[in-house]
């Protein structure tokens, strides 16, 4: 099963939003539901670049540090985003907002 950054059931409802303003050339269910999932592994990549594609090498060596020490707290994250300026929410936002306007066209309502 593929990780992703935000949650499968949060990128599915957003993506089930966009397919509903804007028609599919799809012919059946299973062109449907290949079209959703590839769509939301796209969202949640373009996510995980607008996060981590901030980064530089030192900062991901010492977010890979955290993480190999099973650091789970998100006060330690968010520490970690904030001390290199990064907010993760507003750029879960803005990219969301970006690919419904390129997926709409521009369409956006």
Request: glycine letters at 6%.
């Amino acid at each position: 099963m593929d990780d992703y950054l935000i949650g499968r059931e949060t990128l599915g409802r957003f993506i089930d939003e966009l397919f509903q303003k804007k028609p599919l050339q799809v012919n059946s269910t299973e062109e449907l539901n290949e079209l959703r999932e590839n769509k939301m592994k796209e969202l949640d990549d373009e996510i995980t670049a607008a996060i981590f594609g901030k980064l530089n090498d030192e900062q991901m060596a010492e977010l890979e540090q955290l993480l190999d020490q099973n650091e789970e707290s998100s006060d330690v994250f968010q520490s970690f985003f904030a001390k290199v300026g990064i907010n993760p929410q507003d750029a879960i936002l803005e990219t969301m907002q970006n690919f419904s306007q390129n997926f709409l066209g521009g369409k956006n309502e």
